[in-house]
């Protein structure tokens, strides 16, 4: 049964990633990233992850999406084509990765399966999963995410003075 | 099989039968905004169809369902038919999790079942969140799929609206959730029983009562109603999104926005005011010795708190102005979002101290 749901996500998130970027109409691209966060979101579902499937679901799908879809509604139909012209370095690149890859899976072996079973049976879903991600943040991890959240502020602050063109302009007042 | 299949059974009966009381409600809804505001504005309201207009909802039901179905030339016809769906889903989906009653386990064919709650799943309001900010969906493609400017900039709107106002009401919640320490719904109700003064609006030791100002005004602003209804203002964008909508997609919309009232309602009501727990300790009903019908009570004092609420959304309507646009969103940054973090630091703060002194 977890193989079904397991085959199933991983094809469609691997078929809407494909869709992505052959997709011609952003909107639609747009839309095509939207059902693969579900699945990924499902993805954590079948691992007991269900506080990581929430979050998935709020930041990525409700809210960063929502901003791709906000500018990619400006971009009319009718004139997509200069957004698609990709140079021929980026195949070079693209090559260098998929041999990268062939060369990790012909490393480790293609063992998807074992790798699902191990993370689930790790995976402290009896406790509660939010409460075991808020126990590690804030007592193993406390460090690094104290780092993440300084490089989000840094991160805001930034937005703010690039958007902010005429904020060092204006007398101060 | 036959428990998996029995239980599959179960479960539809549930969501049946919760679907069906959401859409009474919701066609009870749309009559009762119009007799409310009609009675606030010292009129009678729909007065022709049935005694005192009471099949008026009926009516207009059927006169949608027989509407010409228009999709506007240079529409995407894909978006323009999906986007409807895609409120929709995100709209009903959220009554999953709600618990209408107490926590009962009724026994039925060797299976335990809770008969109040579809699922009572450990991460429920965060789930009823996430499926909320996914409405946001069936109305910027609405508003982008009509090829009309005034939808699309009805989309726009509400994609800022929502995600600014969001914000606040997953904010406004965290103080119950520290208080109450689950984000189950079931949990957070079960921990307000025995008298209003359990409730998490007034609970000792950090009563959350700026919190559920901050969580009403979001909501309002996130169902696109008045004063919010900046996505669908007529004097500037027709009817916003929904322009080029007609028949039975119009009604989809409807439906989403009302039923979006109803379940923002049920969680205030859930989160905040006690849920299924009556004002005072225990039921009437248990007391005149009728423990095994409890639930009726329970079940009447949720009805009436969320009720409760869906008429403040009417009050609202018929009290105040819309705001600007640059008034909605510095309200909600710069009035809202401050209250809602100060919320969050004292109720830890007097919670800390609570633990401390306990």
């Not at chain 1, 095509?32 to 992850?49: E, K, P, Q, R």
């Not at chain 2, 504005?41 to 009516?59: H, I, K, T």
């Not at chain 2, 705001?323 to 004292?346: E, S, T």
Request: glycine letters at 8%; one cysteine or more.
């Amino acid at each position: 049964m977890a193989y079904v749901f397991f085959g199933y996500f991983a094809g469609v998130i691997a078929l809407t990633a494909v869709l992505v970027v052959a997709l011609r109409n952003p909107v639609y691209s747009a839309l095509s990233l939207l059902v693969m966060f579900f699945h990924v979101a499902g993805l954590y579902v079948t691992l007991h992850a269900e506080f990581l499937f929430a979050v998935q679901l709020m930041v990525y799908a409700g809210a960063i999406l929502i901003f791709y879809l906000f500018a990619v509604m400006f971009l009319t139909e009718k004139t997509p084509d200069r957004y698609h012209i990709q140079s021929r370095g980026s195949l070079l690149i693209g090559g260098a990765i998929i041999v990268e890859i062939a060369v990790l899976a012909g490393q480790h072996g293609v063992s998807f399966g074992s790798t699902v079973e191990r993370t689930a049976s790790s995976s402290p879903s009896e406790a509660g999963n939010t409460e075991a991600i808020g126990q590690l943040l804030y007592t193993s991890y406390l460090f690094p995410f104290e780092v993440a959240s300084l490089i989000l502020l840094v991160a805001m602050i930034g937005s703010i003075v690039l958007s902010k063109k005429d904020l060092s302009e204006s007398p101060p007042s | 099989m036959t428990e998996l299949g029995l239980r599959v059974a179960i479960t539809l009966t549930q969501i049946s039968v919760i679907v069906g009381i959401v859409i009474i409600t919701v066609l009870l809804l749309t009559l009762a905004e119009r007799k409310v505001l009609g009675w606030m504005q010292d009129r009678m309201g729909p007065m022709e169809v049935g005694p005192y207009g009471s099949l008026q909802p009926f009516a207009d039901a059927i006169k949608l369902f027989f509407k010409e179905d228009i999709v506007p030339a240079g529409a995407n016809k894909f978006l323009f038919t999906a986007a409807p769906l895609l409120a929709l889903i995100p709209a009903f989906i959220g009554f999953a999790v709600i618990p209408w009653g107490p926590d009962l386990t009724w026994e039925f064919g060797g299976l335990s079942i809770k008969p109040f709650v579809i699922s009572d799943i450990n991460i429920g309001i965060l789930y009823i969140l996430a499926f909320a900010s996914l409405g946001a969906y069936g109305i910027i493609l609405g508003g982008w799929a009509s090829n009309s400017k005034y939808s699309l900039l009805g989309g726009l709107r509400s994609a800022a609206q929502i995600i600014s106002y969001e914000l606040n009401v997953g904010l406004s919640i965290v103080g119950v959730l520290i208080l109450s320490g689950s984000l189950s719904l079931v949990h957070i109700t079960n921990a307000q029983a025995g008298g209003f003064w359990n409730w998490n609006a007034f609970t000792f030791p950090a009563p959350q009562i700026f919190a559920l100002v901050v969580y009403v005004i979001s909501t309002v602003a996130e169902t696109n109603r008045v004063p919010f209804d900046l996505p669908e203002a007529e004097s500037e964008l027709v009817a916003g999104f929904f322009t080029e909508y007609s028949g039975l997609r119009f009604a989809f919309f409807y439906l989403a926005e009302y039923a979006n009232m109803v379940l923002v309602s049920c969680v205030a009501s859930a989160m905040f005011l006690g849920g299924w727990n009556a004002p005072y300790p225990g039921t009437l009903l248990s007391l005149i010795g009728l423990p095994s019908l409890a639930w009726i009570e329970n079940t009447m004092w949720f009805a009436f708190k969320t009720y409760s609420f869906l008429f403040l959304f009417f009050w609202l309507r018929a009290t105040l102005p819309r705001l600007r646009y640059d008034q909605l969103m510095r309200f909600g940054w710069k009035v809202l979002l401050p209250i809602a973090l100060a919320n969050i630091v004292v109720t830890s703060i007097a919670v800390f101290i609570a633990q401390q002194l306990k």
